[in-house]
T-cell receptor
Framework: DQQVKQNSPSLSVQEGRISILNCDYT??????FLWYKKYPAEGPTFLIS?????DKNEDGRFTVFLNKSAKHLSLHIVPSQPGDSAVYFC?????????????FGKGTLLTVNP | DSGVTQTPKHLITATGQRVTLRCSPR?????VYWYQQSLDQGLQFLIQ???????AKGNILERFSAQQFPDLHSELNLSSLELGDSALYFC??????????????FGPGTRLLVL
């Protein structure tokens, strides 16, 4: 049972435009959400996070939106740059107790064309 | 650079063998997590240690074990290796005192190939 879903395996955008990556989750106990960027043969790099008490968090070109009622979050990258081309993973944690593990989506490959 | 180090970077071994993967967390982090990334399964949580004690277990096989030492580095031991164990193994660390949520920082990974 996939609790975190990224339904778009790939996304292609033009340099300078907005990239929107989407993520859906099913576990209502999740209370912390993160986005990671990953290049081949490297570890995931943390980008931005949001807790369930917020609906938006912004850091430079990256903004994450959380819609708890829809169990949906999205990552906006504006403006997109060729160096943003990578696989983006959505992850979630929560459930209380000592369960701090991250549950990952399968990733979306973003390609930013010059 | 996340500050999390993993060795070795690559490992090639044969079925039935045993290997040890090593991880050093970021300075000050007390929690260490191990994840496996295979082609078809994505990133899967294996196990978490906090200040030397096991905190949570995921889909970790009985042939796999881990520990965290007093200096907070961690080792993941994989034994009786099978072809299907070939994957990328990532270590991550976090502060370990969870309030609203904690960010985990990942190491570069160890690529294991079982022949």
């Amino acid at each position: 049972d996939q609790q975190v879903k990224q339904n778009s395996p790939s996304l292609s955008v033009q340099e300078g435009r907005i990239s929107i990556l989407n993520c859906d989750y099913t576990n209502s106990m999740f209370d912390y959400f993160l986005w990671y960027k990953k290049y081949p043969a490297e570890g995931p790099t943390f980008l931005i996070s949001i807790s369930s008490i917020k609906d938006k968090n912004e850091d430079g070109r990256f903004t994450v939106f959380l819609n708890k009622s829809a169990k949906h979050l999205s990552l906006h990258i504006v403006p997109s740059q060729p160096g943003d081309s990578a696989v983006y993973f959505c992850a979630a944690s929560g459930g209380g107790g000592s369960n701090y593990k991250l549950t990952f989506g399968k990733g979306t490959l973003l390609t930013v064309n010059p | 650079d996340s500050g999390v180090t993993q060795t070795p970077k690559h490992l090639i071994t044969a079925t039935g063998q045993r290997v040890t993967l090593r991880c050093s967390p970021r300075s000050g982090d007390l929690s260490v997590y191990w994840y496996q990334q295979s082609l078809d399964q994505g990133l899967q949580f294996l196990i978490q240690y906090y200040n030397g004690e096991e905190r949570a277990k995921g889909n970790i096989l009985e042939r796999f074990s881990a520990q965290q030492f007093p200096d907070l580095h961690s080792e993941l031991n994989l034994s009786s290796l099978e072809l299907g164990d070939s994957a990328l193994y990532f270590c991550a660390s976090s502060v370990g005192v969870r309030d609203v949520g904690e960010t985990q920082y990942f190491g570069p990974g160890t690529r294991l190939l079982v022949l």
